[in-house]
T-cell receptor
Framework: KAGVTQTPRYLIKTRGQQVTLSCSPISGHRSVSWYQQTPGQGLQFLFEYFSETQRNKGNFPGRFSGRQFSNSRSEMNVSTLELGDSALYLC??????????????FGEGSRLTVL | GENVEQHPSTLSVQEGDSAVIKCTYSDSASNYFPWYKQELGKGPQLIIDIRSNVGEKKDQRIAVTLNKTAKHFSLHITETQPEDSAVYFCAASSPNTGNQFYFGTGTSLTVIP
């Protein structure tokens, strides 16, 4: 069974640009979550999608957005990039349905550098 | 919201010794506590988890304990091996927040051969 696939793995952008990251979950998983990982801050929750609907959202500005398609693949977008957005962005999928918590399966992440 | 604190931030042990990592949480509604291991260049991977109706869980050299009253849980690794060297994260979630997990800031474990 293929794992969670994230693309691109590495990217460099400049301030003010926007970026779109993609995530393909494990087949059969309908929940996709996004986390930002920075040194010293650990993993910070961005948002979660389930069946194309945003189910939860973390405390990030509106520049961070996402969506999920009918095949459960997800994208996240960051507009008007700032230096502080440099981070590893991790996508995680889960089989969990409504109201439950289950194991998160993480991809290897997309490392974004903002210059 | 939930706040998860993790200690220590770095830990070095001799091969064969035990390692203990501790986490505390603030939300009494949290009921699921997984531990993730992250190796360099890879995403976190679940190594063990515990739910609030259980006080202890063991899987070979790894064990997790949970004290709901004190709101803390710990990861215990016995007979450490060099391949245990990695960053370990604790996390917590509650039924109120679905699949939203709150992570600790991580512990970098080094096992010295």
């Amino acid at each position: 069974k293929a794992g969670v696939t994230q693309t691109p793995r590495y990217l460099i952008k400049t301030r003010g640009q926007q970026v779109t990251l993609s995530c393909s979950p494990i087949s059969g998983h309908r929940s996709v979550s996004w986390y930002q990982q920075t040194p010293g801050q650990g993993l910070q929750f961005l948002f979660e999608y389930f069946s194309e609907t945003q189910r939860n959202k973390g405390n990030f500005p509106g520049r961070f957005s996402g969506r999920q398609f009918s095949n459960s693949r997800s994208e996240m977008n960051v507009s008007t990039l700032e230096l502080g957005d440099s981070a590893l962005y991790l996508c995680a999928s889960s089989w969990t349905g409504t109201g439950g918590t289950g194991e998160l399966f993480f991809g290897e992440g997309s490392r974004l550098t903002v210059l | 919201g939930e706040n998860v604190e993790q200690h220590p931030s770095t830990l070095s042990v001799q091969e064969g010794d035990s390692a203990v990592i501790k986490c505390t949480y603030s939300d009494s509604a949290s009921n699921y506590f997984p531990w993730y291991k992250q190796e360099l260049g890879k995403g976190p991977q679940l190594i063990i988890d515990i739910r609030s109706n259980v006080g202890e869980k063991k899987d070979q050299r790894i064990a997790v304990t949970l004290n709901k009253t004190a709101k803390h849980f710990s990861l215990h690794i016995t007979e450490t091996q060099p391949e245990d060297s990695a960053v370990y994260f604790c996390a917590a979630s509650s039924p109120n927040t679905g699949n939203q997990f709150y992570f600790g800031t991580g512990t970098s474990l080094t096992v010295i051969p």
